[in-house]
């Protein structure tokens, strides 16, 4: 039976194991541990070594399916809601147009009997902004704070990302979405940068449509550095997360006209 060769430089540990089960490569794991890719080879060959690494990355690619699948229904879940949201905002504006329009063509009644049937017939059912909860207070002051989806469970106290989906006004929810995004698009990742110093701002701005050559001269690089610098994975998904992202109505601005549909 072929023994096992004891280690001379080698010092493994937990964090070795998962990292490999993860698919880092030998080399560099080598150059972190301070051994040759070899070294670490002969060791991941032992027979207990291989099957934990089995083990361990199994659980690692079940784990990782159950995040992607979770990811995918939360990002079903965050259109239906922006899809909900806009939804309102129209009715909303196509109601206070309606409403001034009305009040416009009114003719002042004669008597208060005309004037309450005039009322009773223009009364239309509640928006949902008129019908906030404590709850949607709540989570309306955590939006405003910065706070995103998590800052808004806490507030509120309903424990977990489905009943505020389903208990909290859409406006508020889309306002936390976007909030989310921008506090996980920075501060970007520094590393082997030699002269950029990236910022969330640079993200939003490149996601905005700005080219490569004005937000080089702004940072002080060459176009070709930031090229490569939003070439990352890492920066690529954040990217592509902003730009899948519908653009914000600014503060005080109505939305863009409801068009009733001709039956």
């Avoid at 416009?104 to 019908?131: F, G, H, K």
């Amino acid at each position: 039976m072929k023994r096992n060769r004891r280690l001379r430089r080698l010092v493994p540990d937990a964090e070795l194991e998962r990292r490999r089960a993860a698919g880092e490569t030998l080399r560099a794991l080598a150059a972190d541990y301070g051994v040759a890719h070899t070294t670490l080879g002969r060791y991941f060959a032992r027979p207990e070594l291989a099957r934990q690494l089995r083990e361990a990355g199994q659980s690692e690619r079940g784990e990782r399916r159950a995040a992607a699948t979770r990811r995918v229904a939360e990002r079903r879940a965050e259109r239906a809601i922006r899809r909900r949201a806009k939804e309102q905002a129209a009715l909303a504006h196509a109601r206070t147009r309606h409403a001034a329009a009305a009040a416009s063509a009114r003719r002042p009644p004669r008597s208060a009997y005309p004037a309450w049937l005039d009322e009773r017939d223009t009364r239309l059912p509640l928006l949902r902004a008129d019908l906030h909860s404590r709850n949607d207070e709540l989570a309306a002051r955590a939006v405003e704070a910065g706070g995103g989806i998590e800052a808004v469970i806490e507030a509120t106290g309903l424990r977990t990302r489905e009943n505020v989906l389903r208990a909290i006004d859409p406006a508020i929810l889309v306002h936390a979405f976007d909030n989310a995004a921008a506090s996980a698009a920075g501060p970007p990742d520094r590393a082997r940068l030699r002269r950029l110093v990236p910022d969330p701002e640079l993200v939003r701005r490149r996601a905005a449509g700005e080219t490569l050559r004005r937000l080089a001269c702004d940072y002080g690089v060459a176009h070709t550095t930031l090229g490569r610098w939003f070439a990352r994975p890492e920066v690529a998904r954040q990217l592509n997360e902003l730009r899948r992202r519908p653009p914000t109505l600014a503060p005080g601005k109505a939305p863009p006209p409801y068009q009733v549909p001709d039956h």
